[in-house]
């Protein structure tokens, strides 16, 4: 097809001033596409959805690992804590931080070059942008070697939420994806030389499908400690980082604690945190359990008696119990796996209805 057409310009418009009307009508005008534009986040919501704290656990030469924390805080103040697990209190530096497109720049007050950092950014279905982790550039130059350090956000800021039977609360993905609720029966007092203690109905919920612990049996009581319920058939050994906390209708006590039966190290997957606390009108006890793991501690017994025989180290139990409290009240939140945050957080959130089992 061999055809000649001419068009005047009308601003964003050519429209057809000689051309075949018969093939295309009475009028023939094309209009300048315009590709849709990317949304571009604000500055200064930028910085608001960047200021947060941020959280790594790396390998370390002469430590048995080493945990940092940044904290950009959103007065432009930053505060950086390194801890080398197991080798005393953490380092913290103090100095300030800025939004420079993509990237964070973060100088302390040490009198070393800023440390910049990319961003590595999540968008969340239906929710606003959330930056995920903060990369820091030419690690090797910031004394973090070739492996280099990526930290992560903590909380991530993508909540899930629970709801059954009256409880709710809300949880970090970071923590768990799912958590399943149910009500579980009431259980009369056993009659007979055993005793078994009774327990009344409650409200469950387990975190990505997991079965209850059998060592949180309701048919021991404890001696010591602080009191725990349901209560555990074996001797609460310590408490490490005990506060008070509270959460929507009511307070209590959480802590990190530890539950056995003999004289034996302590190992990496044994010790647990736990939440007792009471709602404000006292009708409902409110019971949390979340695994943890540090890696202060060994993941076998054996690697605790270095050349000692059992007997041998048995005999600095005491000892060795109270360097290891020590030791567990100074680590950082996030030298414990999950980060003691995440569990916090969770615990505040928690919200019993009034008409809960009745």
Not at 221 to 227: A, L, Q, R
Request: glycine letters at 8%; a negative charge.
């Amino acid at each position: 097809l061999d055809e000649t057409y001419v068009f005047q310009i009308q601003g964003e418009n050519l429209r057809g001033l000689a051309y075949d009307k018969d093939l295309w009508g009475t009028d023939l005008t094309f209009t300048k596409y315009h590709a849709p534009v990317e949304p571009v986040t604000p500055a200064s919501i930028m910085h608001d959805q960047t200021a947060g704290r941020y959280t790594a656990q790396l390998p370390a030469a002469d430590a048995v690992g080493r945990v940092i924390v940044l904290e950009l805080n959103q007065d432009d103040t930053a505060v950086m804590t390194t801890q080398f697990i197991g080798k005393g209190e953490p380092m913290v530096e103090k100095g300030s931080w800025e939004l420079d497109g993509e990237f964070v720049n973060v100088t302390l007050a040490n009198g070393q070059p800023k440390l910049v950092f990319k961003q590595e950014l999540l968008t969340p279905e239906d929710k606003p942008v959330i930056v995920a982790k903060l990369v820091l550039q030419d690690p090797v130059a910031a004394g973090y070697g070739s492996d280099g350090l990526t930290l992560e956000r903590t909380p991530s800021g993508v909540t899930q939420t629970a709801e059954y039977g009256g409880v709710s609360f809300a949880f970090d993905a970071q923590l768990a994806k799912t958590a399943q609720g149910e009500t579980t029966t009431a259980l009369p007092v056993a009659e007979g030389p055993a005793l078994g203690g009774g327990m009344p109905a409650s409200i469950r919920f387990m975190f990505d499908g997991q079965k209850a612990e059998t060592y949180f049996n309701p048919n021991l009581t404890f001696e010591k400690g602080i009191p725990v319920l349901p209560p555990i058939p074996a001797a609460q050994v310590f408490q490490v980082k005990p506060q008070y906390v509270d959460f929507q209708n009511g307070s209590g006590i959480a802590f990190v604690t530890y539950y056995a039966q003999d004289a034996s190290p302590v190992q990496s997957n044994q010790i647990f945190y736990t939440f007792q606390g009471l709602t404000g009108d006292a009708k409902y006890y409110v019971a949390v359990f979340y695994p943890l793991n540090t890696t202060l501690l060994p993941k076998r017994a054996e690697d605790a008696f270095g050349n000692q025989s059992y007997d041998e180290w048995a005999k600095n139990y005491d000892t060795y119990l109270k360097n290891l409290v020590s030791a567990m009240n100074g680590l950082n939140d996030a030298a414990y796996a999950p980060d003691l945050v995440l569990i916090q957080d969770l615990i505040k959130s928690i919200n019993v209805g009034d008409t809960t089992l009745q």
